[in-house]
């Protein structure tokens, strides 16, 4: 259906910032009705960092409020994430989420995708 490709992640010093992006593509029409970024540090759940929808509101956990800029491109099926003044807790594999609806056989069908994630590493 709806793929699902992160990019931007590495390894950066405490302090320093990173710039995430996900591109979403598929072989049908597509409407992108929520963009998310989730995180999953070693032995820890995954967890919601971000989230934008088509009406540009957005949601950011505590931990990231003045640190993280989410932002989507709907001409370009992006979604991107800002990072600053990373900290080593920020450590983890980020995933980009998406849902909303698509065409499968001439037929309105619900998507949810996810990539398959990008890590990023803080070091103190």
């Known amino acids: 259906q709806v793929q699902l490709v992160e990019s931007g992640g590495g390894v950066v010093e405490a302090g320093g910032s990173l710039r995430l992006s996900c591109a979403a593509s598929?072989?049908?029409?597509?409407?992108?009705?929520?963009m998310s970024w989730y995180r999953q540090a070693p032995g820890k759940q995954r967890e919601l960092v971000a989230a934008?929808?088509?009406?540009?509101?957005?949601n950011y956990a505590d931990s990231v409020k003045g640190r993280f800029t989410i932002s989507g491109d709907d001409a370009k099926s992006t979604v991107y994430l800002q990072m600053s003044s990373l900290k080593p807790e920020d450590t983890a594999v980020y995933y980009c989420?998406?849902?909303?609806?698509?065409?499968?056989?001439?037929?309105?069908?619900?998507?949810?995708?996810w990539g398959r994630g990008t890590q990023v590493t803080v070091s103190s």
């Open positions: 598929s072989e049908s029409i597509f409407i992108t009705n929520v």
């Open positions: 989420n998406m849902w909303g609806s698509t065409v499968v056989a001439g037929y309105p069908q619900a998507f949810d995708s």
């Open positions: 934008i929808d088509r009406d540009s509101s957005t």
